[in-house]
């Protein structure tokens, strides 16, 4: 028989935290393509959201796999064994 109790929550302090990271490398991609960008290629639409979405990837696979695991991560990798 399953363990019938509440469904985990959507939002606990591992979710805000990937979604703030996320966010984090967003704007830091924004910003590598207003300051690196010439003026010409960052007002054509096109060109400006191709650079920030490569930055972005870039920066993902450049942080994400340096981090460590958190606490908060282990223990509800372990509460969902």
């Known amino acids: 028989m399953s363990h019938l109790g509440p469904p985990p929550t959507l939002l606990n302090s ?20 207003k300051s690196l ?4 290629i960052y007002n054509d639409k096109i ?9 972005f990837d870039a920066l ?6 340096a981090l460590p695991p958190s606490p908060v991560l282990k223990r ?5 064994c």
């Open 60 to 65: 993902t696979h450049l942080y994400v796999p």
């Open 47 to 55: 060109q400006r959201w191709t650079f920030v979405w490569l930055a």
């Open 14 to 33: 591992t979710t805000i935290f990937s979604l703030g990271a996320t966010l984090a490398l967003l704007l830091a991609a924004l910003t590598l393509a």
């Open 76 to 80: 509800e990798l372990m509460m969902m």
């Open 37 to 40: 960008l010439p003026t010409r």
